[in-house]
């Protein structure tokens, strides 16, 4: 593992090593989120910066994405996409854009991957959806009611739930009942990247899990600056050193006693 790797998992419990990438060369210092001029944006009249990526991409990359467009199917969702985000612009919430680009795409039949935390919200959503002429079908990340030990999972995360969340099945539930989009809620971070790569229809995410912010995770990135400085100075934190691991340094009554009842 390269060394910059290892001291950035530092204070991780348990971080597990990727498989080095065949030729991969190491990353440039600087790449679009280091940018703020935002040249890409048609009309703005601003220089590339040195970096950029517009300037430096290769045009057989270029074409090869481009290529992806004239399949019928990434088309429609390109321009249904478009059209909604144009259409709507600050004036529709994400809950009706949803259902906007459903129609676009000409999506029937909605499958809804939901946290069993957020089943209240996902029911909400059932019931907006079917209200709007849809067909639903949920499946919650639960279902199966598989043990976590069985996979590998270590007993100690057990104190959540016994039972893992298990978004394989998700994907091939709703996979299954050959739905036309599927829209997440609340999968937590990983059992969203399970689902996503499973998952046969377009997926959207129509809520993102923070259990911390109200299920709102730009709140961080807001604050990073004042409250929630220590994401950026990790090293400032009393008795913390990069990387993490805060959840284990709690008194056990503030880390393990928050979870409300039934969240996951
Ligand atoms: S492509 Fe260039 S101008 Fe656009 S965000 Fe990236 S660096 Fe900035």
Request: aromatic share 6%; proline share 6%.
């Amino acid at each position: 593992m390269k060394e910059e790797k290892k001291r950035s998992l530092e204070g991780c419990s348990e971080a597990r090593e990727m498989p080095e990438k065949e030729n991969a060369p190491a990353f440039p210092a600087h790449t679009c989120v280091d940018c703020r001029v935002m040249a890409c944006c048609g009309g703005t009249g601003k220089s590339y910066p040195p970096f950029c990526l517009t300037e430096k991409m290769d045009p057989a990359l270029i074409e090869k994405a481009m290529a992806e467009y004239k399949k019928p199917d990434i088309n429609r969702i390109a321009v249904s996409a478009a059209e909604v985000e144009a259409d709507y612009y600050c004036r529709l919430t994400r809950v009706e854009e949803t259902m906007k680009f459903a129609e676009k795409i000409g999506a029937r039949r909605i499958g809804i991957a939901t946290c069993v935390g957020l089943l209240r919200e996902a029911g909400t959503a059932a019931q907006i959806f079917r209200a709007h002429g849809f067909e639903v079908f949920g499946a919650a990340c639960k279902c199966g009611a598989q043990k976590k030990v069985d996979i590998g999972i270590p007993k100690r995360c057990e104190w959540v739930d016994p039972n893992m969340c298990n978004p394989v099945l998700q994907a091939m539930t709703l996979n299954r009942e050959k739905t036309d989009l599927d829209v997440m809620i609340g999968l937590c971070v990983g059992h969203d990247s399970l689902f996503l790569k499973y998952a046969e229809a377009p997926v959207t995410v129509l809520v993102v899990k923070d259990r911390v912010l109200g299920n709102n995770p730009a709140a961080a990135l807001y604050t990073a600056d004042s409250y929630y400085g220590r994401l950026l100075h990790p090293e400032k934190e009393p008795g913390k050193t990069a990387g993490g691991g805060r959840a284990e340094e709690l008194p056990e009554n503030e880390s393990a006693g928050s979870e409300p009842e039934g969240g996951k």
